[in-house]
Structures are given as C-alpha cells and as structure tokens.
C-alpha cells in the first residue's frame, strides 16, 4: 500500500501527471482571457507540453510563467495580426452568408472563406508551436509556420479536427475547458516534432535521440 502511493511509484508519477495537465489547462484559460494574449499563452503551454507533460518534469507554474514571457512581444504581435484577420474573415463570412440566399455564387465565396477562417486557426496553432521551439524574427516565424500549415496537410487537418472535436465538447461539456487544453498541445506537439524532424540536421537528431534515452533510461 504504501509502495503504490511512494513518490517513485508508477500511480503516484500517473497522477501527478494528471494534476499537471489540469494545472496547465487552468493557467492556459486565465492567461488567455486578455484575448490578445492567446498566442502567448498556448505558447506556453506548448512549452510545459514539452518541458513536464511530455519530458523530464518541473513545476508547471514556472515553466508556463518563463515560456510566456519570452519573446513576449513578438508573441502578442502575431496573435494580434492573426486575430484581426479572423475578425476580418469572420465579418466577410457574416455578409457573405446572406448574400448567398440570393445568388449561389456567394454561396461558393462563403464555404472558401469559411475554410480560410479554418486555415488561420491551424495557422495561430503551428505558430504558437513553432514560437516556443525555434527563437526567430516574427516575420520569420509567421512565415515558416504558414507554409508548414499548407506543405504538412495532412497534420494540419488531424489538428483542425482534434480542435473542432474539443471545441464540441466544451459546449456540451463546459467542465472539460480545465483539461483539453493540455491535452489538444500535447497531442499538437508530437505531430509537430515530427516535422521538425524532417527539417533538422542529423547532427541534431543525433542530439535528441541521446537526450530521449537518457531520460528513459533514468
């Protein structure tokens, strides 16, 4: 009995495993709430993805707190552009839907801007991802993680619809907002490390695959 609940045992690491994800989820939503600070905020969540739910652990308060304020500027600089083109798509979507019971041609325009509001979605997420792991110029980072979002397809439509699906959730089941957060980084995270790979030197590679037995090794 005791053994099970030792810090070392197997249920003691699941369920400090499980507390972190419902602390990460809670910090995400308070840090979110300014709107413009959302980039931010998956940013680090993004980084306690990779630093504690999915590496060696670490108090989840701290690395959320240092992977939000780093390059804090550059981060509410592309929420801020790629919000404001949501609300554009959004408004254009609003106009085009009555538009459409008069002539079906806006009916086409609609359903091509309702996928362009998909798309920027997709693209704030690799953003966000990409903004924790790479330290480049906002230009840059905009950039790289678009044409990630359009050249990876495939992945970029298994994160729309995983964050379609939890979107669907929380309205039935508002309760969920204190876990999907972590949950949809961490599953967002381990595709995209899968690209990243694709793109790294085999030095690198080399680099983290030591990294990884050493911690399982541990």
């Known amino acids: 009995m005791n053994k099970n609940f030792s810090y070392e045992s197997k249920f003691s690491q699941i369920l400090m495993k499980i507390v ?8 995400w939503v308070v840090f979110s709430i300014p709107i413009v600070t959302i980039g931010a905020s998956t940013k680090a ?7 504690v739910l999915n590496g060696e652990g670490g108090y989840v308060s701290k690395v959320f707190w240092s992977g939000f304020i ?18 554009v798509l959004s408004f254009d979507s609003y106009v085009l839907v009555n538009l459409a019971k008069s002539n079906s ?20 997420i690799y953003t966000a991802a990409y903004n924790n792991r790479f330290k480049e110029n906002t230009k840059k980072m905009l950039k790289n993680s678009a044409i990630l979002a359009v050249g990876y397809l495939p992945y970029s439509i298994m994160i729309i619809v995983v964050f379609l699906a939890a979107v669907l959730l929380f309205y039935y089941v508002k309760i969920s907002i204190f876990f999907l957060p972590a ?8 595709l995209m490390e899968k690209i990243y790979r694709k793109h790294m030197s085999e030095e690198d590679l080399k680099k983290i695959q030591r990294d990884e037995e050493k911690k399982y090794n541990r």
């Open 20 to 27: 972190d994800f419902f602390y990460a989820s809670i910090l």
């Open 105 to 124: 041609t806006f009916a086409v325009l609609y359903y091509i801007n309702y996928f362009m509001i998909l798309y920027v979605i997709v693209w704030m």
């Open 45 to 51: 969540l993004f980084h306690v993805t990779r630093d």
């Open 183 to 190: 949950i949809n980084s961490f599953f967002v995270d381990s």
């Open 70 to 87: 780093e390059n804090i500027k550059s981060s509410l600089l592309m929420c801020i552009i790629q919000e404001l083109l949501l609300i």
